[in-house]
C-alpha cells in the first residue's frame, strides 16, 4: 500500500546472477542480471523494477524478447503466455549512472564517494542500478561477478570466492547463498582491505572490509562485536546466518545500514573510538540482522519490526554495558514522542521517530506487560 510500483505478483525471483562492469572513473556501470525467476499466475509479460535504467537487451530463456521501459518498470514480453510455476530465465543488459549528489533520507541507490562507490539501498534504491523486482517479500540468492580497475577492491553481499585477474582491470566474486532481500544488496568499490575475523564465541563466521587506511580503527570493534553476537544470541536465538562484519567505508557521517552479512558504517563514525555513539550503532546493525533481514517486513508500513526492534535492542545492549540505563532510554523517548506522524503500522515518516522511538517504547511496554520470561520467548519465537 504505501509504495504500490514495487514489485510484481506475477513472479517469484529465486536467483539473481549479477555480472557488473564499472567505469574506470567510476561514474557509471554497465550490467547483465540474470533473474531465476518461478511465475506465480498464468502471464504473458513481466515486470522488473528499473528506476532510470538505459536498457539495452533483453533474453528470455535464450531467445531475444520485446522489451520497453514505461516509468521505473521494465516490461518484457514473453513469446507465449507461461502458466503458473513455470521457470523461466530472463537475462537484462543495462546500463546504469553512480549518482554524484549527496545521499539523504529521500534518496537511495548508488553513490560516489570522496576515492570510490558506496550503496545504500533501502527501500527501493537497488532498481536505480539494476533491473530487480524490488519488494522485501521477494528474497533469493545472489551471486556477484564486479570488474573494477586494477587497484580497487569490490565488495558485495556473502562470501567472497575470489579475483580474477583481467587487462588492467579485476573481477570479484562474491557468493549470496542465504535468501536475501533486495534493498539489503551492499556494493563498494575503492581502496578496501578485506579482513578474516575469525569465528565469533557464538560460532559465526566474522568478515570485515575496511578502507585500507583505516584498518587499525577496525581492531576497536572487534570485541565487542564478539560480545554483542553473544548478548543478542541469548535473547533471541541462534544468529540467523552463516556470517557476519563490520564495513567501514566512504559513505556518509550519522549513517549505518544493516546491510545482511556486512553491515556498513561510515569510518567518520567508526573511527578506532568507543563511545556510546559506536556501541549504539554496533548494536542497531547486528539487531537488524535477525528483525528486519532474518525477519523482513511484507509492507513497508511495516517498517516499525525492523526499526523499532533495532532500536529496543540497542536500548537493552547500552544498558547491559553499562552505558545508559533501559528506563533511561524509554523515559526519554517518550517525552520525546511526536504527536503527529501515527499510526504506527503506517507512520507518515518511513525513517522517523515514530518508527524508530516509538516502536522501541511500544515493546518495552510489552516487555513490562507479559515479563521477561513470555517476552524472549516471544521474539525467540517471531524469528
Same mark, same amino acid.
Given at each position: 500500500p504505501r509504495m504500490p510500483d514495487l514489485g510484481s505478483d506475477d513472479l517469484d525471483v529465486e536467483h539473481y546472477d549479477v555480472d557488473l562492469r564499472f567505469e574506470p572513473d567510476l561514474t557509471g556501470v554497465e550490467g547483465t542480471v540474470t533473474s531465476s525467476v518461478t511465475l506465480r499466475k498464468r502471464t504473458d509479460r513481466l515486470a522488473f523494477d528499473a528506476d532510470g535504467l538505459d536498457v539495452i537487451d533483453a533474453v528470455v530463456d535464450g531467445a531475444p524478447a520485446d522489451f520497453r521501459v514505461d516509468g521505473r518498470e521494465l516490461l518484457i514480453d514473453l513469446a507465449a503466455p507461461s502458466e503458473a510455476g513455470a521457470s523461466l530465465t530472463v537475462e537484462v543488459t543495462y546500463r546504469a549512472a553512480v549518482a554524484d549528489s549527496a545521499w539523504s533520507w529521500d534518496a537511495a541507490g548508488l553513490f560516489a564517494g570522496a576515492d570510490g562507490v558506496w550503496s545504500v539501498n533501502e527501500p527501493d534504491g537497488l532498481s536505480t542500478w539494476m533491473p530487480v523486482s524490488d519488494h522485501p517479500t521477494d528474497k533469493a540468492t545472489w551471486t556477484f561477478d564486479v570488474t573494477v580497475s586494477d587497484g580497487l577492491t569490490a565488495v558485495a553481499n556473502g562470501r567472497y570466492v575470489g579475483t580474477t585477474a583481467g587487462d588492467g582491470v579485476a573481477t570479484w566474486h562474491w557468493d549470496q547463498d542465504e535468501p536475501m532481500a533486495t534493498y539489503l544488496v551492499t556494493m563498494l568499490v575503492g581502496d578496501y582491505a578485506l579482513v578474516d575475523g575469525g569465528t565469533s564465541a557464538t560460532g559465526v563466521e566474522l568478515a570485515h572490509a575496511v578502507l585500507s587506511d583505516s584498518q587499525d580503527a577496525l581492531d576497536g570493534y572487534r570485541e565487542v562485536t564478539d560480545r554483542q553476537l553473544s548478548y543478542f544470541t541469548e535473547l533471541f536465538g541462534p544468529y540467523p546466518f552463516d556470517r557476519y562484519g563490520l564495513a567501514l567505508a566512504d559513505s556518509l557521517p550519522g549513517l549505518a545500514m544493516e546491510t545482511?552479512? $556486512? !553491515?556498513?558504517? +561510515?569510518?567518520?563514525?567508526?573511527?578506532? +573510538?568507543?563511545?556510546?555513539?559506536? @556501541? $549504539?550503532? $554496533?548494536? @542497531?546493525?547486528?539487531? @537488524?540482522?535477525?528483525?528486519?533481514?532474518?525477519? +523482513?517486513?511484507? !509492507?513497508?508500513?511495516? #517498517?516499525?519490526?525492523?526499526?523499532?526492534?533495532?532500536?529496543? =535492542?540497542?536500548?537493552?545492549?547500552?544498558?547491559?554495558?553499562?552505558?545508559?540505563?533501559?528506563?533511561?532510554?524509554?523515559?526519554? =523517548? #517518550? =517525552?520525546?514522542?511526536?504527536?503527529?506522524?501515527?499510526?504506527?503500522?503506517?507512520?507518515?515518516? $518511513?525513517?522517523?521517530?515514530?518508527?524508530?522511538?516509538?516502536?522501541?517504547?511500544?515493546? @518495552?511496554?510489552?516487555?513490562?506487560?507479559?515479563?521477561?520470561? +513470555?517476552?524472549?520467548?516471544?521474539?525467540?519465537?517471531?524469528?
Open positions: 545482511q552479512g $556486512l !553491515s556498513l558504517f +561510515s569510518v567518520a563514525d567508526l573511527d578506532g +573510538s568507543l563511545g556510546p555513539l559506536q @556501541h $549504539l550503532l $554496533l548494536a @542497531h546493525e547486528l539487531a @537488524h540482522q535477525w528483525f528486519g533481514n532474518a525477519v +523482513s517486513p511484507e !509492507s513497508w508500513n511495516d #517498517i516499525w519490526l525492523n526499526e523499532g526492534f533495532a532500536t529496543y =535492542a540497542q536500548w537493552m545492549w547500552l544498558d547491559h554495558a553499562g552505558l545508559v540505563p533501559l528506563d533511561v532510554s524509554s523515559t526519554t =523517548a #517518550i =517525552a520525546t514522542l511526536p504527536t503527529t506522524g501515527w499510526p504506527l503500522d503506517a507512520p507518515d515518516e $518511513l525513517f522517523g521517530t515514530v518508527a524508530y522511538d516509538g516502536g522501541a517504547v511500544t515493546l @518495552h511496554a510489552l516487555q513490562l506487560t507479559v515479563g521477561d520470561e +513470555s517476552f524472549f520467548a516471544g521474539l525467540r519465537g517471531w524469528v
